[in-house]
């Protein structure tokens, strides 16, 4: 913060507004003036001039938004406003989570979901990490985008049979292809062993893998292997791999999950917090009691409900109740989504109590893990970042304010290593989001899931404007981060 008066001229200065700067400090009034992508003062600026002088009185100013666990891959290049993320202030996007990326891709011979469902935009599915970055490059999205190589990805890249664990060969291949990946810029590896394609995945594998990006500092997000009954071993297998690999661990969307584990983030969060005191270890976490992925007939019996996002055999089935589906088919629950895969559904199938719990751990980052493609997607997508400003941070007093802004601003930024990003500060880039504290909220529901954010006023990125009043502004300034723009890339340097 600038103590002192400024002069001079600025492209644009935000005026009056409540700077929550994303440290966790308090709120001040201020104001922040911004020349071409980056802020270059804060504090009192009335002797500063601009081009574009923007009254904040009234409105909070922080940094834009980190979505830091997201499926966008695609979505940057067929949706490039990306409207569902700035309508609630997202500036900046980690994809490629949960083990599925679009890069690199090396193969269409292959029938296997949910690969199959990429394989329409052959020119979306790019042969390696550079070619995601020259495309996104040449046209970028409304957001900054960081990308993530998936494990399961690699694996359907190297092996003929996803069924087994990878021969020594096939894991020498997967080590080359992150290893030219992270040179390329990509940030990291992710994995979803919960998932069919990586499930025989054994532990030595993925460590091995993880290994490649050990020297640049590469960072593993881990979609554990699972979230229900033996969710603290799962838990201790990603540290594991982390520790073994010598990187540091995001545990994806952090939960409890089926209604027989209501209640076990009190065994789950106090591991965690042991395990990170010898070991690089964090959380993301989204607002919701219930879960979205792919039809998994062995997940139907531990939700309260389950409701079908999409069916490729019964596209009719959309939106639609699976304990209906069922009834009108004459089956069990688990037949009628065995009938219906593949496809996508909601599981309610995690506990209020919990999810409160997560969101409040020391360090616990905020991730929409959204799914943009779904054709009746999960409200997350949408309403994440103003449910925990609006429902949790000032309806229900979770947490302060400030403490809500940073871990969706400067905890993500100082745990993926954004150099620059995250604060509110002089040379930092200008992404930053105005919104109305006492406005905020989601809007999007389970039953009309596309809704924009109420309360969210203004979105710029890199200094450009993206979303105002209500509507995207057409403008694309998100830049690709590549690893050797972070801070954890230069280090490695």
Known sequence: MTDSPMTGRADIIIRHGEVIDGTGAPAVTADVAVKDDRIVAVGDLAAMAADSDVDATGLVVAPGF????????????????????????????????????????????????????????????????????????????????????????????????????????????????????????????????????????????????????????????????????????????????????????VISHHKTAGVKNFGRTTETLPLIDRLRQDQRLSVDVYPYV??????????????????????????????????????????????AAERLAPGGAVYFQLNEDDVQRVLKFDGAMIGSDGIPDDLHPHPRLWGTFARVLGHYARDLGLFTLEDAVHRMTGLPAATFGFADRGTIAPDAFADLVLFDAGRVIDAATFEQPAQPAVGIRTVYVNGGLTWHDGRPTGGHHGRAIRLQDTNRGRAAA
């Not at 011979?109 to 042969?127: I, K, V, Y």
């Not at 019996?301 to 004459?330: H, N, Q």
Request: charged share 25%; proline share 5%.
């Open 66 to 249: 980190i979505d830091v666990h997201t499926h966008d891959d695609r979505y940057l290049f067929t949706h490039r406003d990306m409207a569902p993320k700035t309508s609630q202030g997202v500036t900046t996007v980690v994809v490629g989570n949960c083990g599925f990326s679009l890069t690199p891709w090396k193969r269409f011979d292959q029938d296997q979901f949910p690969f199959s469902l990429w394989q329409d935009r052959p020119d979306l599915c790019f042969g390696s990490a550079g070619a995601f970055f020259d495309a996104f490059d040449a046209a970028p999205a409304a957001v900054n985008a960081a990308v993530l190589i998936g494990h399961s990805s690699l694996r359907y890249g190297n092996m003929d049979d996803l069924q087994r664990a990878a021969s020594d060969a096939e894991i020498a291949a997967m080590q080359a292809d992150l290893a030219d990946a992270i040179d390329d810029g990509a940030i990291g590896l992710s994995s979803g062993l919960f998932y069919p394609p990586a499930q025989a995945a054994p532990t030595e594998e993925v460590t091995a893998v993880a290994e490649a990006m050990a020297s640049a500092d590469g960072i593993y997000t881990a979609h554990i292997r699972d979230e229900a009954e033996h969710v603290l071993d799962s838990i201790e297998e990603a540290a594991q791999i982390a520790r073994d690999a010598g990187v540091q661990l």
């Open 290 to 335: 219930a879960s979205s992925t792919m039809i998994l007939p062995h997940m139907v019996d531990r939700a309260e409900r389950v409701m079908v996002t999409w069916s490729k055999p019964f596209p009719e089935y959309r939106a639609c109740d699976l304990d209906e589906i069922a009834a009108e088919f004459g089956v069990s629950r688990r037949d």
